[in-house]
């Protein structure tokens, strides 16, 4: 994806993360014991002004958690429904329904600015003054920090025995690791006389025919047709870089699917992922697979068109799999450290590869989805061959990707 110029690389996740660690718990008890003096009580619902949304990371989750902004809207109908998130997030934020503003932090490229943009935070949340805040960052402590400057009178968010954020929410709710993330975000409503419901409800992004729109005039530059094409991501984002399976194997898999089925190969990716995903472009021409690599040269209107559009998403578990779900994309996505319990798209059009080794998955959301993997290289990506990918595709998206070929050579001049 194409994203705004900059002039240095933004701080790491990594660095936030060591640095929450070591500072969040205190700051955590110091401000549990004073959560007694906030506001508290119930609330009516008709009656509530403002609910803030606290999502700092990942596209994907924000994605998933379409489903709980619609019903948010119902049960709030005169509040504004205020999100506050990351400013990587920017490009999806207008594609998201029923949320009326959004309030974007610049974390900058140091930790200081980080540090300081953080703290403009807790000041804006303390003079927003929601009547609700739901925390939607599953046990992070710099958003139970901010539950706690927002002064909400309904603070909620997720508990767990295992995870200390202090007692700053006066409405805990449990996060299932059974249940789908997208039913998981639905239980913030709870405490509002919500069901929490097991099956994942569907999401929604909004504007995707000016997406499309977008998408026909890439593919137009690039002599290739919409329907009649194969899109690609072989990264994962920064939060767990381990869920990507060997970019070699993407490459072969991508030579032989075009062998098979004649249609062109699209590899995309962040400006920050173009020298990864070059190397797998490289190899998978050097294969025999034609199309063309669009990692960093698409901005994120682009690349839902382009999986809306497709004939099949092939992608790691990554923001761009929850992307191409919300756009109506028939999908393939791999699995390993990560569950698709959790994460994985449900449907007859969607394909998970998911290996079930018994150490698998090892990462979860109560470590910060850090990988604790003893072995020299991660068995749970290596598990998946080349040849049982492409078996999988064929039994499952074979029927499409014929008749996909077939409307291809029919646009194809002959």
């Keep these: 994806m194409k994203n705004p110029p900059q002039a240095h690389k933004p701080v790491r996740m990594k660095t936030l993360q060591t640095v929450e660690r070591l500072l969040g718990g205190a700051v955590c008890s110091l401000l549990g014991a004073l959560a007694p003096l906030l506001p508290s009580g119930a609330v009516d619902p008709h009656k509530v002004r403002r609910v803030l949304l606290v999502k700092f990371w990942g596209i994907g989750s924000i994605v998933l958690a379409t489903p709980l902004f619609l019903k948010i809207r119902e049960v709030f109908p005169n509040a504004e429904i205020v ?15 029923a949320v ?14 980080a540090v300081l943009a953080y703290l403009r935070c807790l000041a804006w949340a303390f003079r927003l003054r929601p009547d609700v805040l739901l925390d939607l960052e599953f046990y992070t402590k710099a958003s139970a920090i901010l539950s ?3 002064c909400a009178s309904q603070r909620v968010g997720y508990h767990s025995p295992g995870v200390w954020r202090g007692e700053i929410h006066n409405q805990p709710v449990a996060f299932n690791a059974y249940r789908h993330v997208s039913s998981n975000f639905l239980s913030l ?6 069901t929490p419901v097991k099956d994942p409800p ?14 026909a005039r890439v593919l137009e530059r690039h002599g290739l047709t919409p329907e009649g094409y194969i899109l690609v991501n072989v990264n994962a984002g920064e939060l767990a870089i381990e869920r990507r399976w060997p970019r070699d194997r993407f490459a072969e898999l991508a030579a032989q699917l075009f062998s098979h089925y004649a249609l062109p190969i699209i590899f995309v990716g962040s400006a ?7 190397g797998a472009w490289e190899q998978a021409k050097r294969s025999g697979a034609a199309g063309c690599d669009l990692a960093g040269q698409i901005n994120l209107d682009e690349l839902v068109g382009l999986c809306a559009c497709s004939a099949l998403v092939i992608t790691n578990d990554s923001g761009p799999l929850h992307l191409a779900v919300a756009a109506g994309a028939r999908t393939v996505s791999f699995f390993g450290p990560e569950t698709p319990a959790l994460y994985g798209p449900r449907g007859e059009e969607h394909l998970v590869i998911f290996a079930d080794i018994p150490c698998s998955p090892c990462i979860n959301a109560e470590h910060g ?20 990918a492409f078996q999988s595709i064929v039994r499952h998206h074979g029927p499409t990707l014929a008749e996909s070929a077939g409307i291809q050579s029919q646009k194809t001049p002959q």
């Excluded at 569907?202 to 998408?215: I, K, Q, S, V």
């Excluded at 920050?272 to 070059?278: D, H, L, V």
């Design 83 to 97: 999100l506050l998130t990351l400013s990587a997030n920017r490009g999806v934020v207008k594609m998201l329904p």
């Design 100 to 113: 009326d503003r959004v309030e974007l932090v610049e974390l900058g490229d140091s930790l200081g600015s």
């Design 148 to 150: 706690f400057f927002s």
């Design 189 to 194: 409503l709870e405490p509002f006389g919500v």
């Design 202 to 215: 569907r999401t929604t992004l909004l504007g995707l025919d000016g997406c499309r729109a977008a998408a």
């Design 272 to 278: 920050a992922e173009s020298e990864y995903t070059a």
């Design 369 to 388: 989805k850090r990988s604790f993997c003893w072995r020299e290289a991660l068995y749970c990506q290596l598990a998946t061959s080349v040849d049982q």
